[in-house]
Protein backbone atom coordinates (compact mmCIF):
# COMPACT_ATOMS: atom_id res chain seq x y z
CA UNK A 1 0.00 0.00 0.00
CA UNK A 2 2.64 2.61 0.71
CA UNK A 3 4.45 1.59 -2.63
CA UNK A 4 1.01 2.62 -4.62
CA UNK A 5 0.81 6.07 -2.84
CA UNK A 6 4.80 6.46 -2.82
CA UNK A 7 4.21 5.94 -7.15
CA UNK A 8 0.92 7.96 -7.09
CA UNK A 9 2.75 10.89 -5.33
CA UNK A 10 5.65 10.90 -7.89
CA UNK A 11 3.15 10.89 -10.56
CA UNK A 12 1.11 13.76 -9.57
CA UNK A 13 4.29 15.47 -8.63
CA UNK A 14 5.81 14.79 -12.47
CA UNK A 15 2.11 16.22 -13.68
CA UNK A 16 2.14 18.98 -11.63
CA UNK A 17 5.53 20.17 -12.57
CA UNK A 18 5.82 18.94 -16.25
CA UNK A 19 3.22 21.93 -16.43
CA UNK A 20 5.95 24.27 -15.41
CA UNK A 21 8.55 22.70 -16.80
CA UNK A 22 9.55 21.80 -20.48
CA UNK A 23 11.53 19.12 -21.31
CA UNK A 24 15.11 20.12 -21.04
CA UNK A 25 17.20 17.54 -22.27
CA UNK A 26 18.35 14.05 -20.50
CA UNK A 27 20.67 12.56 -18.72
CA UNK A 28 21.97 9.13 -18.12
CA UNK A 29 23.39 8.07 -14.56
CA UNK A 30 24.92 5.52 -12.98
CA UNK A 31 25.62 4.24 -9.27
CA UNK A 32 27.96 2.16 -8.11
CA UNK A 33 28.07 0.23 -4.94
CA UNK A 34 31.15 -2.06 -3.43
CA UNK A 35 32.44 -3.73 -0.17
CA UNK A 36 33.94 -6.61 1.01
CA UNK A 37 35.62 -8.37 3.81
CA UNK A 38 37.15 -11.87 4.08
CA UNK A 39 33.20 -12.93 4.95
CA UNK A 40 32.16 -11.52 1.52
CA UNK A 41 31.03 -8.65 -0.31
CA UNK A 42 28.93 -6.89 -2.78
CA UNK A 43 29.28 -5.34 -6.16
CA UNK A 44 26.61 -3.65 -8.18
CA UNK A 45 25.28 -0.63 -9.99
CA UNK A 46 22.41 1.29 -11.12
CA UNK A 47 21.46 2.51 -14.39
CA UNK A 48 18.99 5.44 -14.29
CA UNK A 49 17.78 7.50 -17.35
CA UNK A 50 16.12 11.34 -16.36
CA UNK A 51 14.53 14.13 -18.46
CA UNK A 52 15.23 16.93 -17.08
CA UNK A 53 12.27 19.76 -16.40
CA UNK A 54 14.02 22.93 -16.50
CA UNK A 55 16.92 23.83 -14.26
CA UNK A 56 15.99 21.53 -11.10
CA UNK A 57 13.81 18.33 -11.80
CA UNK A 58 15.21 15.59 -13.35
CA UNK A 59 12.60 12.36 -13.41
CA UNK A 60 12.92 9.15 -15.15
CA UNK A 61 13.93 4.92 -14.95
CA UNK A 62 15.67 2.49 -13.06
CA UNK A 63 17.35 -0.48 -13.61
CA UNK A 64 19.66 -2.08 -10.89
CA UNK A 65 21.90 -4.92 -10.47
CA UNK A 66 23.90 -6.41 -7.52
CA UNK A 67 26.09 -9.88 -6.80
CA UNK A 68 26.48 -11.19 -3.49
CA UNK A 69 29.00 -13.27 -2.48
CA UNK A 70 29.79 -14.92 0.86
CA UNK A 71 32.68 -17.38 2.76
CA UNK A 72 32.38 -19.37 5.81
CA UNK A 73 35.71 -19.13 6.85
CA UNK A 74 35.51 -22.16 10.00
CA UNK A 75 33.53 -24.30 7.02
CA UNK A 76 35.39 -23.12 3.70
CA UNK A 77 32.04 -23.19 2.17
CA UNK A 78 30.94 -20.25 0.03
CA UNK A 79 28.08 -18.82 -1.84
CA UNK A 80 26.56 -16.28 -3.80
CA UNK A 81 23.27 -14.21 -5.41
CA UNK A 82 22.46 -11.73 -7.94
CA UNK A 83 19.60 -9.04 -7.14
CA UNK A 84 17.86 -7.10 -10.21
CA UNK A 85 15.14 -5.24 -11.05
CA UNK A 86 13.90 -1.50 -11.98
CA UNK A 87 12.01 1.44 -10.71
CA UNK A 88 11.52 5.40 -11.26
CA UNK A 89 13.18 8.25 -9.37
CA UNK A 90 13.04 11.85 -9.38
CA UNK A 91 15.40 14.60 -8.07
CA UNK A 92 15.57 18.07 -7.49
CA UNK A 93 18.64 19.77 -7.63
CA UNK A 94 19.32 23.39 -5.90
CA UNK A 95 22.21 26.04 -6.43
CA UNK A 96 24.07 23.44 -8.20
CA UNK A 97 25.41 22.45 -4.68
CA UNK A 98 21.93 20.22 -2.99
CA UNK A 99 19.81 18.12 -3.90
CA UNK A 100 16.55 16.02 -2.66
CA UNK A 101 14.97 12.73 -4.33
CA UNK A 102 13.15 9.68 -4.36
CA UNK A 103 13.96 6.71 -5.56
CA UNK A 104 11.66 3.78 -5.80
CA UNK A 105 12.46 0.13 -7.06
CA UNK A 106 11.24 -3.67 -7.03
CA UNK A 107 13.69 -6.05 -6.61
CA UNK A 108 14.16 -9.58 -6.70
CA UNK A 109 15.48 -10.92 -3.49
CA UNK A 110 16.78 -14.15 -2.36
CA UNK A 111 15.32 -13.24 0.79
CA UNK A 112 12.35 -14.18 2.57
CA UNK A 113 10.12 -11.56 4.73
CA UNK A 114 12.09 -12.65 7.94
CA UNK A 115 15.46 -11.85 6.31
CA UNK A 116 16.25 -15.42 5.85
CA UNK A 117 17.95 -16.11 2.61
CA UNK A 118 15.91 -18.77 0.70
CA UNK A 119 15.56 -21.16 -2.58
CA UNK A 120 12.98 -19.00 -4.28
CA UNK A 121 13.46 -15.10 -4.88
CA UNK A 122 10.61 -12.87 -4.41
CA UNK A 123 9.86 -9.12 -5.07
CA UNK A 124 11.33 -6.61 -2.63
CA UNK A 125 9.88 -3.17 -2.34
CA UNK A 126 12.48 -0.09 -1.53
CA UNK A 127 11.43 3.51 -1.55
CA UNK A 128 14.32 5.66 -0.50
CA UNK A 129 13.94 9.30 -0.07
CA UNK A 130 16.67 11.32 0.64
CA UNK A 131 19.37 13.74 -0.20
CA UNK A 132 22.99 15.74 -0.32
CA UNK A 133 25.45 17.32 -2.21
CA UNK A 134 24.98 17.79 -5.85
CA UNK A 135 27.38 19.69 -8.08
CA UNK A 136 28.20 19.87 -11.99
CA UNK A 137 31.33 19.93 -13.51
CA UNK A 138 32.02 21.59 -16.74
CA UNK A 139 28.59 20.24 -17.83
CA UNK A 140 30.27 17.10 -18.82
CA UNK A 141 29.07 15.35 -15.03
CA UNK A 142 27.13 15.86 -12.19
CA UNK A 143 28.09 13.65 -9.20
CA UNK A 144 25.22 13.62 -6.06
CA UNK A 145 26.49 11.76 -3.25
CA UNK A 146 23.93 11.56 -0.14
CA UNK A 147 22.17 9.61 2.30
CA UNK A 148 18.73 7.44 1.68
CA UNK A 149 15.86 6.28 4.11
CA UNK A 150 14.06 3.36 3.03
CA UNK A 151 10.73 4.52 4.03
CA UNK A 152 8.77 0.47 3.11
CA UNK A 153 12.06 -1.11 4.79
CA UNK A 154 10.93 -5.06 3.49
CA UNK A 155 12.16 -7.65 5.69
CA UNK A 156 13.19 -9.21 2.45
CA UNK A 157 14.90 -6.17 0.94
CA UNK A 158 18.66 -6.87 -0.38
CA UNK A 159 19.67 -3.29 1.00
CA UNK A 160 19.44 -5.05 4.79
CA UNK A 161 23.46 -5.28 4.77
CA UNK A 162 23.88 -2.36 3.83
CA UNK A 163 22.36 -0.18 6.47
CA UNK A 164 25.25 1.04 8.93
CA UNK A 165 23.60 3.42 11.62
CA UNK A 166 22.87 1.83 14.51
CA UNK A 167 19.91 2.38 17.15
CA UNK A 168 20.34 2.72 20.44
CA UNK A 169 17.72 1.06 23.19
CA UNK A 170 17.08 3.08 25.96
CA UNK A 171 19.64 1.07 28.10
CA UNK A 172 22.51 2.04 25.43
CA UNK A 173 22.47 -1.40 23.70
CA UNK A 174 22.35 -1.53 19.87
CA UNK A 175 18.63 -2.65 18.54
CA UNK A 176 19.20 -3.23 15.09
CA UNK A 177 19.99 -0.67 12.63
CA UNK A 178 18.21 2.04 10.25
CA UNK A 179 17.18 1.38 6.88
CA UNK A 180 19.78 4.17 5.66
CA UNK A 181 22.47 3.90 2.91
CA UNK A 182 24.46 6.30 1.40
CA UNK A 183 24.85 6.26 -2.25
CA UNK A 184 26.90 8.29 -5.03
CA UNK A 185 25.45 9.21 -8.71
CA UNK A 186 27.50 10.14 -11.59
CA UNK A 187 24.81 11.63 -14.08
CA UNK A 188 26.33 12.20 -17.94
CA UNK A 189 24.07 14.89 -19.73
CA UNK A 190 23.29 13.57 -23.41
Same mark, same amino acid.
Given at each position: ???? @? ?23 ? @??? +? ?8 ? +? #??? =? ?14 ? =? ?11 ? #? ?5 ? !????? *? ?27 ? =? ?5 ? +? ?5 ? $? ?7 ? !? *? ?5 ? %? ?23 ? !???? %??? @?? $??? +? ?5
Amino acid at each position: MKTI @IAISLLIITHKSFAQDFEANGSEIG @IDL +AFSASKFGGN +A #GMG =LKYGINFGEILIIGPS =LRYERTWNKNNIT #GTQGGFN !VFGGG *VFAHARFANALFIGAEIEMLRSPYTKYGQ =LSFSNTW +APTLFLG $GGFSREFNE !V *VRINAGL %YYDIINAGNSPFRSSYFMQKKGPNG !VSNG %YLP @II $GRI +AFFFPL
